[in-house]
C-alpha cells in the first residue's frame, strides 16, 4: 500500500538580532536557502512549508509554550471527540 507520512521538524535556535522580525527573518532566509538547496529535502521528502516565531527567553517563552500546550490539549479533545 502507499501510504502518505505527514512529517514536521521542530527546532529552536538562538539569534542575535534588533527586533523579533529581523530574528525571524535571519532564521527563515537561512532555512529556505538550506531547504532550496537540499535536493534531498525538495525531492524526497518534499518539503512544503517552513514557520517559525521568535520571542525573548523567558515570560514570553512561558507564554509561548504555554499557548502551544493549550492548543494541543485542545485538539487532543477534538481528535477523541471524532473517535465516538
Do not use: C, R
Not at 535556535?13 to 522580525?21: H, L, Q, T
Not at 514557520?51 to 509561548?64: F, I, K, M, R, S
Amino acid at each position: 500500500m502507499d501510504y502518505k507520512v505527514h512529517w514536521i521538524i521542530d527546532g529552536i535556535m538562538n539569534v542575535d538580532a534588533n527586533s523579533k522580525e529581523d530574528a525571524e527573518k535571519i532564521v527563515q532566509e537561512k532555512l529556505q536557502n538550506f531547504v532550496k538547496n537540499s535536493d534531498d529535502l525538495m525531492n524526497f521528502f518534499i518539503a512544503k512549508s517552513i514557520q517559525g516565531q521568535a520571542y525573548l527567553p523567558g515570560t514570553e517563552e512561558n507564554e509561548n509554550f504555554k499557548k502551544e500546550d493549550d492548543n494541543s490539549s485542545d485538539l487532543k479533545n477534538e481528535s477523541n471527540q471524532d473517535d465516538t
